[in-house]
């Protein structure tokens, strides 16, 4: 079963705007991950957050992550065409266990 | 590009039959995980492989199983096929190290097995 949910299920915005993008899950995680997926192919994986972190930056990217809510947010900033793919987030849960569990995914459309 | 690579990319069975695909982990990777894709969905865990012994399992049944080769090379193989086995299949690989700290756990995934069954 999923870990839990991306919000919104999809998103569409002009080039050169902000996206927010948002995930909740339900059990305690090591770490939380994003990743990128075009068009039904593999999925690129764009930046990782520890469960003791607040906040991480990657160029345009910026995650949070609040462990007491269970959530984090995918901010990409200034968006271009090419971003338009599928986003998830995915955990990792603590016991040792190395599987990522995913959510089903925000899919954002970049107008230009 | 990830360096890891997923054979064949597309591949159409009938109901019943049995399926073997097959995934080369990039360089230096000493674990392989399997993920099944469902249209729409988020991928989820089959199982992982680490140097060559299962890893953890998901929720799925004995019909699917797996190989890690000593090149850290994989394969699924699924018998029985059923229509709800219509998928994408993604591998990935990481290096795991076994260390009194939290590893990053990043997975490098290729580009998927395209699996359709009539």
């Known amino acids: 079963s999923q870990q839990g949910e991306e919000d919104p299920q999809a998103l569409s915005i002009q080039e050169g705007e902000n996206a927010t993008m948002n995930c909740s899950y339900k059990?305690?995680?090591?770490?939380l991950q994003w990743y990128r997926q075009n068009s039904g192919r593999g999925l690129v994986h764009l930046i990782l957050i520890r469960s003791n972190e607040r906040e991480k930056h990657s160029g345009r990217l910026r995650v949070t992550l609040d462990t007491s809510k269970k959530s984090s947010s995918l901010l990409i900033t200034a968006s271009r065409a090419a971003d338009t793919a599928s986003y998830f987030c995915?955990?990792?849960?603590?016991?040792?266990?190395?599987?990522?569990?995913f959510g089903k995914g925000t899919k954002l459309t970049v107008n230009p | 590009e990830t360096g890891v690579t997923q054979s064949p990319t597309h591949l159409i069975k009938t109901r019943g039959q049995q399926v073997t695909l097959r995934c080369s982990s990039q360089?230096?990777?000493?674990?392989v995980s399997w993920y099944q894709q469902a249209l729409g969905q988020g991928p989820q865990f089959i199982f992982q492989?680490?140097?060559?012994?299962?890893?953890g399992r998901g929720n799925f049944p004995p019909r699917f199983s797996g190989l890690q080769f000593p090149n850290y090379s994989s394969e699924l193989n699924v018998n029985a096929l059923e229509l709800d086995d219509s998928a994408l299949y993604l591998c990935a690989s990481s290096l795991r190290v076994l260390s009194n700290s939290v590893s990053k756990n990043i997975q490098y995934f290729g580009a998927g097995t395209r699996l359709s069954v009539l």
């Open positions: 360089s230096g990777h000493n674990t």
């Open positions: 059990t305690s995680i090591n770490n």
């Open positions: 995915a955990t990792d849960g603590k016991g040792g266990s190395e599987k990522l569990v």
């Open positions: 492989y680490y140097r060559e012994e299962e890893n």
